[in-house]
């Protein structure tokens, strides 16, 4: 079958793409090797060499090969596709991706588990993060999402908390990838505002049947920003077109215990066949009238819009239909960011959005070593991008001219502002004024409504399941205090 061609895999075909096939062995440095069985010694028995720049190459290289893995969401698979707009959202966004109809945007998406690191099960009771990176003509944009529409915490302060009670407890680094323990029901019970989200996560959405068929939500409320500088509030929502599936608790140890790579080899043999899995892109779209009438709010990120109060509008679709080369240079190295946006959408005030508007970044500074990791070919733009960013770790770029700053005169000022360019992004003005404070709105006070909202709107089969996972959790739960609350 023949692969499918978008302008990012062009790109990586172009400067990154390596074929060993029918090529000579050589060195990092291109001098051909012949022998790669032996090291350089004195005599048959004798000791090896320093000189031995073969064995010295191959070894520095090994012992450096692995990076650090991500603190959360370790586990994942990639794949890349296309994402295709559909007809009148210009009345929303300004975004070409969003409005041009008759190009495909190329993206590369990652799904992963949350809790477990690089090496844990697939089918397990977890969220399921649900990124998708979009190589538009105006940069490059990150939808960064999970398979549930909320979350446990309301505030970027508390996820260092969440993740250390959630993750393997220091004294025996256990379980892995599993919120069955003390310290998660500890933090859980401590902190009522993750309520709403725990019901989500006892229930048969934590546990999916495959990758092909998971919602996925953008969780945090987003603006949209149109040609005539019009805002609008949104909550992106995508839909598998396979339909929604999940599997009970009991199926899910068993598959484990025949395949834990069992979701991401389902995935990827799917793309091998060509049975291409397929969403659909939509939004709620409101404005901060309406927000203003509800009972919760908006910018609180342990609620969502109910669709009776505002339906979903679809806006486009994608495709995945190409599987990675290369795990480590793609999946592994890929940094995705909600930071990343690009002209037609803006940000709201979410205070957890706003912590991971930093966190992001900086986490790829560390994990990826350099400041330079945009440059690494899955995160690079397809679009042109000139900045006066220079050196750093790993530089690839090689500028020509002689300034680096702006203005200039030397470089008849270029690259240049341009404000006139539809593409250019501009932040959506808001009046604001206030004083500095450390609290939580009382709008964000209700930590239950929602939580028995979901629960009565599912099956009763379903509650039941929901039963028996806070059952079989808690009774992994040593302490009696915990399990109490």
């Known amino acids: 079958m023949k692969e499918p061609n ?22 990092s440095l291109g ?113 960064v999402g999970n398979n549930i529409p909320v979350f446990f915490i309301q505030d970027a302060i508390k996820f260092p908390d969440f993740v250390h009670a959630v993750k393997p407890e220091d004294a025996n680094e256990v379980p892995t990838g599993q919120s069955a323990h003390d310290t998660f029901w500890d933090f859980i019970s401590l902190n009522t505002e993750a309520s709403h989200m725990t019901t989500w996560i006892m229930s048969d959405r934590a546990i999916p049947r495959n990758l092909r068929s998971i919602q996925g939500f953008g969780v945090h409320t987003f603006r949209l920003i149109n040609k005539n500088n019009e805002a609008f509030l949104v909550k992106f929502h995508w839909t598998p077109k396979q339909g929604v599936a999940q599997v009970v608790w009991d199926e899910a140890l068993k598959i484990n215990g025949k395949d834990p790579d069992f979701h991401r080899r389902d995935l990827w043999d799917a ?79 979410d205070p957890l959005l706003q912590g991971r508007l930093f966190s992001y970044t900086d986490t790829h500074l560390h994990r990826l070593g350099t400041v330079n990791f945009n440059q690494i070919p899955i995160n690079k733009p397809v679009c042109p991008f000139h900045t006066n960013r220079r050196g750093g770790y790993a530089n690839h770029e090689v500028y020509k001219g002689k300034a680096n700053y702006e203005p200039n005169s030397v470089d008849e000022n270029w690259p240049r502002e341009s404000p006139n360019d539809s593409g250019a992004f501009k932040t959506h003005p808001e009046e604001v004024q206030g004083s500095k404070l ?33 059952s079989f959790e808690l009774s992994k739960v040593k302490s009696e205090d915990i399990r109490r609350r």
């Open 6 to 27: 978008t302008p990012k895999i062009d790109q990586l075909s172009e400067e990154a793409y390596v074929d060993p096939i029918g090529k000579t062995l050589t060195t």
């Open 31 to 143: 001098v051909p090797v012949a022998d790669n069985q032996n090291s350089l010694k004195i005599n048959e028995k004798g000791p090896t060499l320093l000189e031995d720049f073969l064995l010295r190459d191959k070894l520095i290289h090994f012992d450096r090969e692995r990076i650090p893995e991500r603190v959360v969401h370790a586990r994942g698979v990639g794949a890349h596709g296309y994402f295709q707009a559909y007809t009148g959202n210009e009345k929303w966004t300004k975004a070409k991706f969003l409005t041009d109809t008759n190009n495909q945007t190329p993206i590369f998406v990652r799904i992963s588990t949350v809790q477990g690191g690089r090496g844990s099960a697939d089918v397990v009771r977890d969220v399921r993060g649900f990124s998708i990176k979009f190589y538009t003509e105006e940069g490059n944009y990150d939808l």
């Open 271 to 349: 793309i091998e066949r060509g049975n291409y899995p397929e969403w659909e892109l939509g939004a709620q779209i409101f404005s901060e009238e309406d927000a203003k009438q509800w009972d919760f709010d908006v910018l609180d990120a342990t609620k969502l819009i109910p669709e009776e109060l505002v339906p979903v509008t679809p806006l486009g679709k994608f495709v995945l239909n190409k599987n990675t080369d290369d795990f480590f240079a793609e999946t592994e190295q890929v940094a995705f960011s909600p930071a990343n946006i690009v002209s037609g959408i803006d940000f709201s005030n």
């Open 438 to 470: 450390r609290v939580r709105p009382e709008s964000f006070a209700d930590h239950f409504s929602q939580a028995t909202m979901h629960y009565h709107s599912l099956e009763k089969y379903e509650q039941q399941h929901i039963k028996d996972a806070y």
